[in-house]
């Protein structure tokens, strides 16, 4: 069963008149109420810090020399390469923050040095190589003539690559603004805001902002040469901001704030015009129009993302974001959102069996999850880590040991992501155990590492001891957090803009969460979402509308990755987003969590309570030990009669009828619903409340064979029973290869492809095998259409061994409310 996930509130305290009054100056249309509570709670309590945070003009921002001695020091290494003409490289990162910052460095210093002759730019494979300098691409830079190496996004405790560097005659400067070294490395400069006290403006700058800051002063270190002005960079800095979701306070807000701006004057540009043909091209794509911090982490760094988690290359990134040629842009927009829409499609394939994985994991006993294949493609994986991380509230690590038996592996290694939860310093767990990896690197709510494939066993036991012993008697659980309690009728476009006044937001500012309690959904259904090309990529979105007693007009949302069946109906409490569909032109709320309200109880038409502990009439005994609990010391084998016996008289079962027992997992609404119906006419059919027939849903978690074993035992079976002339039942053959008989009637049509003829006889079902020369060829698409059915049925059956109990229980009450 799924964790149950902890819902909280934000303590509110009411803020003075005065407050409400300053903020409502930005708010005119609405009271303010709202905006003030929020920024009250984010600690924004006077005139001053009010004015800097809503207006970017009113902030001061701090200079690039605050950097002190450092920042000096790059800029005379920088001066001489200028005055000498020497070769430099920019060396960045494949991620979006890393491909931003290479970016600006390539737009900055290419004011400054001639590009592509005496700069250049370096970005390692993700695939084939690793974050941080390596020697293999020093030696390319070093062939090349290179004599400074500018790293952007990395490089802080590449020691040993840098000593290298330097032996071949190459300095480096270092921006980065990951974890610091033990010691200062021998470089030319290394500008890190991390060697700033935590307090300061510029302290959580991330790699694009702080390879901003290095041009910033070169630029007023060397006036009256650069063509384009420095604002022109502030664009492709909130990008990399917002999608590195780095804490958006201080200086970073800033950057972000007048980033965006930029981003949205150019975008309303002709095409033509734009200074950024490859970032609007990228935003009519995503169909944002980049006026909104979402545009960027929902549009923009996802895109950016997905090239190197697919391709491993991702240089071409820095052309699509710098190129003016229109023609150009588009192809590499193209090629982009084609990485995007396949990176969609693996990351839903990673998750689907990284879920059957949890099923087989006691969560109770795990503090740090770690899960191993060697199928996963590692471009994916800190995407999946960080959903169940969010859904377990533990940290998760998943490694890839792909490609680590080959041959030319002299040391097999997994390769992998780890993403934190409930404040976890995720780095620190991860280096604690430095002596089992390879490498790793990265900060405390993200990492990546490689180890030994023989070292992940120990690995992991180590890591969960190291945070059991740190947390003590604490609990770690999933954990949703509201910040206001709102309702149906608060709900539009006053409220939206009273909220747009914390944008950006991210990390420090998290987006306002909205707690509705008491409400319904209406209309709702769901669809999976195609790709931009109109290729289905399997994602889910229910669309539904909301309602409560506030109003008598609906309001529109969506829930993003689950089914139209999961929304509870009756009453309900929910946590939700409002945001603005810029495609369909309206105000929506996106659904976070929902829960079947805790005021409220379902109630049948004939009176017969269906809410739950109170005399249910469903029980809730998947995956309970029933065999020990229920049966006393008796056989496990017992006959269904002496289950029903012995379960009449349990103190599980608090009515005197015997609760009829389901023990197979469903693969759809309608099977339950069959056993729903029959227990509903029991009652209505029973004289008293105390004669109200339960059902018991017993079935354990499904132990899913793979597909495509199922198809080959399938196969087997069929060639044994025509080779011996043996009969079987259909019974049997459903018993002996575990699926549904609907999924069964797919694989015996794709058997008749191979050859096969199959009659019925009485009950029995024989099998004739005649194969021929090209049954193989032609079996092949059937075999797929099975293999997809029977994928299909495992989802389901997966689906209804951890649905909620209280989304049946509202099932039934809908189902009887109707009948």
């Known amino acids: 069963m799924p964790e149950q996930q902890q819902w909280t509130i934000t303590a509110t305290e009411q803020p003075p008149e005065w407050f409400i009054q300053a903020v409502k100056q930005y708010t005119p249309a609405s009271s303010g109420l709202y905006a003030a509570q929020l920024f009250w709670q984010r600690g924004i309590k006077?005139?001053?810090?009010?004015?800097?945070?809503?207006?970017?003009?009113?902030?001061?921002?701090?200079?690039?020399?605050?950097f002190g001695q450092e920042i000096h020091l790059a800029i005379a290494r920088l001066q001489q390469a200028y005055n000498t003409k020497e070769k430099i490289a920019i060396w960045g990162d494949f991620d979006a923050d890393g491909i931003t910052a290479t970016s600006v460095l390539w737009d900055g210093l290419g004011q400054f040095f001639a590009q592509n002759t005496q700069l250049i730019y370096y970005i390692p494979?993700?695939?084939?190589e690793s974050h941080g300098l390596n020697h293999q691409g020093i030696d390319?830079?070093?062939?090349?003539?290179?004599?400074?190496?500018?790293?952007?996004?990395?490089?802080?405790?590449?020691?040993?690559?840098?000593?290298?560097?330097?032996?071949?005659?190459?300095?480096?400067?270092?921006?980065?603004?990951?974890?610091?070294?033990?010691?200062?490395?021998?470089?030319?400069?290394?500008?890190?805001?991390?060697?700033?006290?935590?307090?300061?403006?510029?302290?959580?700058?991330?790699?694009?902002?702080?390879?901003?800051?290095?041009?910033e002063a070169l630029y007023h270190i060397l006036p009256n040469i650069a063509k384009y002005p420095l604002e022109d960079l502030l664009d492709l800095v909130a990008?990399?901001?917002?999608?590195?979701?780095?804490?958006?306070?201080?200086?970073?807000?800033?950057?972000?704030?007048?980033?965006?701006q930029r981003l949205q004057e150019d975008f309303k540009l002709p095409v033509a015009a734009r200074r950024r043909p490859g970032v609007g091209r990228l935003l009519e794509l995503c169909q944002k129009s980049g006026d909104r911090p979402t545009d960027i982490s929902f549009g923009l760094g996802p895109r950016i993302n997905a090239v190197s988690r697919i391709q491993g290359d991702a240089s071409f990134c820095v052309e699509?974001?710098?190129?003016?040629?229109?023609?150009?842009?588009?192809?590499?927009?193209?090629?982009?959102?084609?990485?995007?829409?396949?990176?969609?499609?693996?990351?839903?394939?990673?998750?689907?069996?990284?879920?059957?994985?949890?099923?087989?994991?006691?969560?109770?006993?795990?503090?740090?999850?770690?899960?191993?294949?060697?199928?996963?493609p590692a471009g994916v994986l800190g995407l999946v880590a960080g959903q169940v991380a969010q859904e377990t509230g533990r940290p998760t690590i998943l490694l890839s040991t792909e490609g680590s038996g080959?041959?030319?592996?002299?040391?097999?290694?997994?390769?992998?992501?780890?993403?934190?939860?409930?404040?976890?310093?995720?780095?620190?767990?991860?280096?604690?155990?430095?002596?089992?990896?390879?490498?790793?690197?990265?900060?405390?709510?993200?990492?990546?590492?490689?180890?030994?494939?023989?070292?992940?066993?120990?690995?992991?036991?180590?890591?969960?001891?190291?945070?059991?012993?740190?947390?003590?008697?604490?609990?770690?659980?999933p954990t949703v957090q509201a910040d206001l309690t709102v309702t149906v009728a608060d709900l539009g476009k006053e409220l939206f803009l009273e909220l747009k006044l914390l944008e950006p937001c991210g990390m420090g500012n998290p987006v306002p969460k909205l707690l509705i309690q008491n409400c319904w959904f209406e209309n709702s259904w769901h669809r999976n979402q195609q790709d931009w090309q109109g290729k289905k990529v399997q994602y889910i979105k229910t669309e539904f509308d909301i309602r409560d007693d506030s109003s008598r007009s609906a309001f529109p949302g969506l829930w993003w990755g689950h089914y139209k069946d999961e929304l509870p109906i009756g009453r309900c409490d929910c946590i939700a987003e409002l945001d603005y569909n810029t495609f369909k032109k309206r105000y929506e709320i996106r659904l976070i969590a929902v829960r079947p309200s805790v005021n409220s109880a379902l109630t049948?038409?004939?009176?017969?309570?269906?809410?739950?502990?109170?005399?249910?009439?469903?029980?809730?005994?998947?995956?309970?030990?029933?065999?020990?609990?229920?049966?006393?010391?008796?056989?496990?084998?017992?006959?269904?009669?002496?289950?029903?016996?012995?379960?009449?008289?349990?103190?599980?079962?608090?009515?005197?009828?015997?609760?009829?027992?389901?023990?197979?997992?469903?693969?759809?609404w309608d099977d339950l619903r069959m056993w729903l119906r029959r227990c509903l006419t029991i009652s209505r059919s029973a004289s008293g409340l105390d004669n109200q027939q339960q059902l018991a849903i017993a079935w354990s978690k499904p132990n899913h064979q793979p597909p495509k074993e199922i198809w080959l035992t399938l196969v087997g079976i069929a060639k044994y029973l025509s080779r011996t002339n043996q009969l079987v039942t259909r019974v049997q053959l459903l018993e002996k290869i575990g699926i549904s008989d609907q999924t069964l009637l797919v694989g015996i049509k794709a058997l008749k492809y191979l050859g096969f003829t199959v009659k019925l006889q009485d009950r029995y079902l024989?099998?004739?095998?005649?194969?021929?020369?090209?049954?193989?060829?032609?079996?092949?698409?059937?075999?797929?259409?099975?293999?997809?059915?029977?994928?299909?049925?495992?989802?389901?059956?997966?689906?209804?061994?951890?649905?909620?109990?209280?989304?049946?229980?509202?099932?039934?009450s809908y189902d009887n409310n109707h009948s």
Not at 154 to 161: H, V
Not at 418 to 443: P, T
Request: neutral net charge; glycine residues 4%; proline residues 5%.
């Open 604 to 668: 049948t038409r004939n009176g017969l309570n269906l809410s739950y502990p109170l005399t249910p009439l469903i029980l809730d005994w998947r995956n309970f030990p029933t065999t020990s609990a229920y049966l006393g010391s008796g056989s496990i084998e017992r006959s269904r009669d002496a289950r029903h016996k012995s379960l009449s008289t349990s103190p599980y079962s608090p009515l005197p009828t015997p609760p009829l027992l389901l023990e197979d997992c469903p693969t759809n």
């Open 140 to 215: 390319n830079l070093a062939k090349q003539g290179c004599k400074l190496i500018v790293t952007c996004d990395t490089g802080s405790t590449n020691l040993e690559e840098i000593i290298y560097a330097k032996q071949l005659g190459i300095d480096v400067i270092v921006t980065d603004h990951h974890t610091l070294p033990t010691e200062r490395p021998p470089v030319a400069a290394i500008i890190n805001p991390r060697y700033l006290l935590r307090e300061h403006q510029l302290f959580h700058l991330s790699g694009v902002a702080v390879a901003y800051k290095l041009v």
């Open 46 to 66: 006077n005139d001053q810090q009010l004015t800097a945070f809503i207006n970017y003009k009113a902030y001061q921002p701090a200079s690039a020399f605050e």
């Open 125 to 128: 494979n993700r695939l084939k």
């Open 406 to 477: 080959e041959d030319s592996t002299p040391t097999p290694l997994a390769r992998g992501s780890a993403r934190s939860v409930n404040s976890v310093d995720l780095y620190q767990l991860v280096k604690d155990q430095a002596h089992l990896l390879h490498r790793f690197g990265g900060h405390p709510f993200a990492a990546g590492l490689s180890l030994l494939v023989e070292n992940i066993p120990l690995f992991t036991a180590a890591i969960n001891q190291q945070l059991r012993q740190s947390l003590g008697s604490t609990t770690l659980t």
């Open 766 to 812: 024989q099998f004739t095998w005649n194969p021929t020369d090209n049954a193989e060829n032609l079996a092949d698409a059937a075999a797929t259409r099975f293999l997809a059915a029977v994928r299909e049925e495992q989802f389901q059956r997966q689906y209804f061994a951890e649905v909620p109990l209280s989304t049946i229980v509202a099932i039934a």
């Open 320 to 376: 699509l974001l710098t190129s003016r040629d229109v023609k150009r842009c588009n192809e590499l927009a193209e090629v982009t959102e084609l990485a995007n829409a396949r990176r969609k499609s693996l990351q839903k394939d990673v998750q689907a069996q990284v879920a059957q994985k949890l099923t087989q994991l006691d969560l109770s006993t795990t503090s740090v999850i770690v899960l191993e294949d060697g199928q996963w």
């Open 239 to 260: 990008v990399g901001l917002i999608a590195d979701l780095v804490q958006l306070s201080g200086d970073c807000r800033y950057l972000a704030q007048m980033g965006i």
